[in-house]
């Protein structure tokens, strides 16, 4: 079988360089290359040893077209401007393409959607198996639970983290909407300060921590009568996700236009 060419988009940040390492190390995988944004001191570096391989010949670049030249699929964990301009730019291409950057708007999840009629995509607030498993349990445990058990997600990053709540908290409230046949949109209830009142019954409530150097840990909590139900997922180690993308990157190889999620790469669906 022929190697999946691979590019990254923005290969000179922390998880690009781990994207780096990831592909270096997997059979079947090809670095095609990376670009960071324009201006940047760390363009015109080596890839390699930006991420601490040594040289590889391939120098950090700014120009995702040319990047696209010899990739057939792209991954990313930018921003959501950054990701949206480079992937309209993937999807004239058929370029495949993998998202695991979060904080998008209403408007931007729509213009992604319409990208996907073009190219496969993969996006995911979350890429390791550990939360794709724990997305379908919540999503089991709140349709075998009666609304009368409240459901709170709870979520601690580190200090640096812009968006919240987090992609994975999304991702997780998003789980126990449709295992309760809800919209969540309609049904969240989101930072509480001062008299509240009495929680909204049938709500998802959402808590955001932030602090320190944590990776990423989700709590989702079903609290009834006289008992609480807790299913907890605390990651560790940053290099979990860069092989949970790239697992879905070698996953688009073949795959028709289309939306795909974490769970459809894992079997899961």
């Known amino acids: 079988m022929s190697e999946l060419r691979v ?3 923005g290969a000179g940040g922390r998880m690009g360089r781990m994207l780096v390492q990831a592909v270096q190390a997997t059979e079947g995988a090809k670095l095609a290359g990376g670009v960071e944004r324009a201006g940047s001191d760390l363009l ?11 040289k590889l010949g391939l120098t950090l670049g700014d120009d995702t077209l040319s990047l696209l030249t010899g990739a057939d699929v792209l991954i990313d964990f930018t921003s959501p401007a950054s990701t949206l301009e480079n992937l309209g730019l993937a999807a004239q291409q058929g370029c495949g393409y993998v998202i695991g950057t979060t904080g998008f708007s209403a408007e931007d999840e729509e213009k992604i959607k319409r990208c996907a009629t073009y190219c496969p995509i993969v996006k995911a607030g979350n890429m390791s198996l550990g ?11 709140a349709r075998a639970l009666d609304p009368s058990y409240d459901i709170e997600i709870v979520e601690m990053h580190h200090r640096h983290k812009v968006d919240a709540p987090s992609g994975t908290a999304l991702m997780l409230g998003e789980a126990a909407a449709r ?8 049904s969240s209830e989101r930072g509480r300060d001062g008299i509240t009142g009495e929680r909204e ?7 955001s921590l932030r602090g320190g150097d944590v990776v990423g840990d989700h709590s989702v909590i079903f ?7 807790e299913i907890t997922h605390k990651a560790s180690n940053r290099q979990l996700f860069a092989n949970g993308a790239l697992k ?19 079997g899961l669906t």
């Open 7 to 9: 590019g990254i988009i």
């Open 44 to 54: 015109g570096q080596d890839l390699g040893e930006l991420a601490g391989l040594g």
């Open 131 to 141: 939360v794709n498993l724990l997305v379908t349990l919540v999503e089991q445990v």
């Open 179 to 186: 295992g309760r046949g809800i919209e969540l949109a309609e």
């Open 201 to 207: 019954p049938g709500a998802i409530g959402f808590a």
């Open 223 to 229: 609290a009834g009568g006289g008992e609480r139900i």
């Open 248 to 266: 879905a990157a070698l996953w688009t190889k073949g795959k028709q236009p289309g939306l795909y999620s974490m769970l459809d790469v894992l």
